[in-house]
């Protein structure tokens, strides 16, 4: 009996669920497939990522060399005395602007001085006797060997009396060129000896940059190349200069070759045996830029990702030179192609994708 009743309850459920079913069919009639379509795009878009894209840029790409240099004075020069004598008068100051032939230095010159005197007394006694001998000799008053040898002594006491002049000049010790004096190593009073480094002589004005590039860049490198430099004393400047020379041998150790450059220091800022740092402008080419943010690496490899028909698809590219902000690719996208610069992180191959404005207020569908 139980039996029979259980058949029967499950019999009555069945046939109204059955009837559920016929009913929900009627009551939605024709419109149920458009619905279930519209269903699947709501899911869709669900599930699209919002992404900002733009396409990659061909731009004129500076092709640069980065190098250590270091700075150099435009004329250098220690300042010596040739002679042993005292310092007598000092006529400079440490780090005075100086001018060729200014003198620097006097040292005690009485006694060469009192050695010009004799010598020029000489030398006049000598002329004023070879004088008086010329009138002589026309009268055959002298014979000629003895004109000759008045003339001889009067020719030795000319040369002793230069001789005497440059010792005088000796103990004046001038600034062969213009620029700064350094420190003073000497004291009025003091004795000098011969090579013994009194002050330094630097021109300023323009100075040297002499660095090295690998032997690689050699056959791009010419005068009138211009370059920026850089040094930790100044952060955030740069100083322009421009190639002057290429050295004419390549060292064979580091296999790299010497640069001189010159750059303006008017201003006198920059002291020889600074370090720079130096950026060598060799030209300028065109290359295929994106967004370096766009780049997604991975291991060894990079990639980025393309809208297709407003479907991400990640590509493998080959990337090149960089500079703040942009990557060069060299390989794997063209300047026609929608490439995902922000988003991509959210974003896998194959995933539908809209486009989101700038300011990410709105989104769109990414046009196919």
Do not use: C
Request: glycine share 6%; proline share 5%; charged share 25%.
């Amino acid at each position: 009996m139980s039996q029979h009743v259980n058949r029967r309850g499950i019999a009555i459920g069945v046939a109204a669920l059955v009837s559920f079913v016929v009913g929900l069919w009627v009551w939605l009639g024709p419109n149920a497939n458009g619905s279930a379509a519209d269903t699947a795009d709501r899911a869709r878009d669900v599930r699209a990522a919002s992404v900002v894209v733009a396409q990659p840029q061909i731009k004129p790409f500076a092709q640069e060399v980065e190098a250590l240099g270091t700075v150099r004075a435009n004329e250098s020069v220690d300042i010596t005395s040739k002679v042993a004598d005292r310092v007598a008068v000092i006529r400079f100051k440490e780090g005075q602007q100086v001018r060729k032939g200014d003198v620097l230095v006097e040292l005690d010159d009485a006694e060469p001085r009192a050695e010009l005197a004799a010598a020029e007394a000489a030398l006049a006694e000598s002329r004023s006797q070879y004088k008086r001998s010329q009138e002589l000799y026309q009268t055959r008053a002298l014979s000629e060997a003895q004109m000759e040898q008045l003339k001889a002594t009067m020719l030795s006491n000319e040369a002793r009396a230069a001789a005497a002049r440059s010792r005088v000049n000796d103990r004046l010790i001038v600034a062969p060129f213009s620029g700064r004096v350094g420190l003073r190593n000497v004291s009025v009073g003091g004795l000098v000896s011969p090579g013994q480094v009194i002050t330094t002589l630097d021109d300023l004005s323009v100075v040297k940059l002499d660095f090295s590039v690998p032997e690689l860049f050699l056959s791009a490198l010419r005068p009138e190349l211009p370059v920026s430099a850089s040094a930790t004393a100044y952060p955030g400047e740069t100083f322009a200069g421009r190639v002057v020379s290429v050295g004419t041998r390549v060292d064979p150790t580091t296999r790299s070759v010497t640069i001189r450059a010159l750059i303006d220091n008017r201003e006198h800022r920059l002291r020889p045996g600074m370090f720079m740092t130096v950026k060598l402008v060799r030209a300028e080419s065109d290359a295929l830029m994106v967004p370096e943010r766009a780049i997604v690496p991975e291991e060894r490899r990079h990639y980025l990702f393309v809208v297709e028909e407003g479907v991400a698809r990640k590509r493998e590219v080959v990337i090149g030179r960089r500079r703040p902000g942009e990557v060069e690719i060299l390989e794997g996208v063209l300047p026609t192609d929608q490439v995902i610069v922000d988003g991509m992180l959210d974003v896998r191959d194959g995933q539908p994708v809209r486009q989101a404005d700038v300011a990410g207020a709105r989104t769109t569908d990414v046009p196919t």
